[in-house]
């Protein structure tokens, strides 16, 4: 059985910093092509973050410079470093695991805001 537990959301001021973990069990790790998505209220859920397998990143253009994704595939994580936060970065923040599938977390909430 697959699972992606998030940790680390939580209410943050503008300008703080918050890391978000992923805890992933089911799935050979490595092989997979992991991200964090987010999804605020009243939008589509969108990318932020991913790392593939071979640990090339890729970032929204939202977050670039602030935010970074890192892999430990020995402990079968990936973190999310967020730093510099904007109340626009408020949102539900989730895991996917892609190896032609999908698989999901349940999210974490996110709230940038003084």
């Known amino acids: 059985q697959v699972q992606l537990v998030e940790s680390g959301g939580g209410l943050v001021q503008p300008g703080g910093s918050l890391r978000l973990s992923c805890a992933a069990s089911?799935?050979?790790?490595?092989?997979?092509?992991m991200g964090w998505y987010r999804q605020a209220p009243g939008k589509q859920r969108e990318l932020v973050a991913s790392?593939?397998?071979?640990?090339?990143?890729k970032y929204a253009d939202s977050v670039k410079g602030r935010f970074t994704i890192s892999r430990d595939n020995a402990k079968n994580t990936v973190d999310l470093q967020m730093n510099s936060l904007k109340p626009e970065d408020t949102a539900v923040y989730y895991c996917?695991?892609?190896?032609?599938?999908?698989?999901w977390g349940k999210g974490t909430l996110v709230t940038v805001s003084s």
């Open positions: 089911g799935i050979i790790f490595s092989r997979y092509r």
């Open positions: 790392t593939t397998s071979g640990g090339i990143t």
């Open positions: 996917n695991a892609n190896l032609g599938v999908d698989y």
